[in-house]
């Protein structure tokens, strides 16, 4: 089971990181043992989770430097990650200069498709989410392609009569803290990513005719 986030600096990731254990744990899913290599954002966080703020009680086993291999099967997860996350991309004919703006969007719903996967574990077949936490989540009922084009409402009551009431925006993932048919929508007029459900879809990829 894999989790993808991004942050502007290394050191970023150590409190959200710790945010996310301890709501693990809470959930009945602690964390046990976390290996990792013994860069600086890595020892960080190790302090966070032991310091009397969080007291998450984790074992830590560090890797050696210039070593991989201690830890194949994350390295491995993160290179099949990234090259699902610019197939993506590249399937829908995303632009070079557009591809800076949404490879985040790509990468995470690599991530959250991965998690559909059916593994066996102990002789049991079941997705990856449900071996994790039980259930399958509500986006899997709502599945879209990525990079198709729809016209997401935008209408308010105060919006003129004769004004456009939706634009044509990019289905680039899934709301996961929203109900299965709440979508994230990449709007290229303002270059930011709406949440919605009222969208109407096109049928057709957004970037279709880039190039052949």
């Known amino acids: 089971m894999k989790v ?11 409190e959200p990181t710790c945010e996310l254990f301890y709501k693990w744990k809470e959930a009945g899913m602690p964390v046990k043992i976390v290996r990792m290599d013994g860069a600086g954002e890595n020892i960080k966080l190790k302090k966070c989770t032991d310091s009397v703020d969080w007291k998450l009680g984790i074992d830590y086993e560090i890797t050696a430097r210039n070593t991989p291999q201690q830890n194949h099967l994350a390295e491995i997860a993160f290179t099949i990650i990234g090259n699902r996350g610019r197939a993506l991309m590249h399937h829908v004919n995303v632009p070079e200069e557009i591809r800076y703006k ?4 790509a990468f ?3 991530t959250h498709l991965d998690g559909l996967k059916v593994i066996a ?5 079941k997705t990856r989410y449900e071996h994790w936490c039980g259930k399958i989540p509500r986006f899997a009922n709502h599945l879209r392609t990525w990079g198709e084009a729809g016209t997401v409402k935008t209408i308010t009551t105060k919006v003129s009569k004769v004004l456009d009431r939706g634009i044509q925006c990019m289905f680039v993932g899934y709301a996961m803290n929203h109900d299965g048919d709440v979508y994230r929508m990449w709007n290229p007029e303002t270059v930011r990513v709406m949440i919605s459900r009222d969208v ?12 052949p």
């Open 108 to 110: 995470t719903t690599a």
């Open 121 to 125: 574990i102990d002789g049991v077949d």
């Open 4 to 14: 993808s986030d991004f942050f502007e600096t290394k050191n970023g990731m150590v």
């Open 200 to 211: 109407i879809w096109l049928t057709r990829m957004f970037f279709e005719n880039v190039r």
């Open 102 to 105: 949404l490879y985040r969007e």
